[in-house]
């Protein structure tokens, strides 16, 4: 008995070929089931990240240095603190696979240039207050020693200038502050007043309490501070 020769799907097919009925004239157009080779893959996303380890599982420094060179920024620059934020990575200068692959997944980017192309929703989440908030708290635990509860002064210092240099008009003073304090670490407690404090204290002082609840920290800056502007 003859067998009927299965008629090969259009979707087999690189294109699909559609006639217009009212003109009769051919249009091609993709198969709308053929994959997107733009869409996001685990593979690509696993093979870019392998550029970067070497023979470890781990993005370390040197890997860090390629990868910043590949997407155009610098290791300081603060679009990096948003992107080690968005993969949860909880070293700084290492991305593991895990980080990565579930970083990246959420991001839909699996290439340099993809990355590249979220640069600019990444830079608004500074301009949101709760993603902010979020992003300074994580920059605590993020910078600090692992085996250390506290942020060493000299970090503390270049983590704030990177969050908070281009938004609060006292940051410089309190720069100035810290550079001739008896201060060498700062505790999250601390961290977490002097994200509030800049939010919420106007650059005259004019509306702090001293009878609040501030941290001696912040308490000690404005009393140089006030000591500094002419009687």
């Known amino acids: 008995m003859p067998v009927k020769k299965k008629r090969r799907s259009p979707c087999s097919e690189e294109v699909t070929i559609k006639r217009s009925k009212r003109d009769g004239s051919v249009r091609v157009q993709p198969c709308s089931t053929m ?60 991305f593991t696979r895990q980080e990565w692959l579930k970083g990246m997944t959420a991001l839909q980017c699996d290439s340099s240039e993809k990355l590249q192309g979220k640069f600019e929703y990444l830079r608004s989440l500074l301009n949101d207050p709760v993603s902010f908030k979020q992003i300074y708290r994580y920059a605590f635990d ?36 810290l550079e001739q304090s008896k201060y060498k670490v700062i ?3 601390q961290w977490c007043n002097v994200l ?36």
């Open 142 to 177: 993020f910078a600090r020693d692992k085996d250390q509860r506290s942020l060493d002064i000299d970090t503390a210092k270049s983590m704030l200038a990177l969050l908070l240099g281009r938004i609060w008009p006292l940051f410089s003073s309190f720069h100035q502050f």
């Open 35 to 94: 994959k997107n080779e733009d869409s996001f893959t685990n593979k690509r996303c696993l093979t870019w990240f392998s550029e970067y380890t070497g023979n470890d599982d781990v993005i370390g420094p040197e890997g860090m240095e390629k990868f910043c060179e590949d997407i155009g920024v610098e290791p300081e620059n603060i679009i990096m603190l948003v992107l080690a934020w968005k993969l949860e990575a909880q070293n700084m200068g290492f």
């Open 187 to 189: 505790n999250k407690d």
């Open 196 to 231: 509030e404090f800049s939010r919420t204290i106007n650059a005259d002082l004019g509306n702090y309490d001293e009878d609040g609840a501030w941290p001696v920290l912040l308490d000690e800056f404005v009393d140089w501070q006030k000591r500094k502007q002419p009687s």
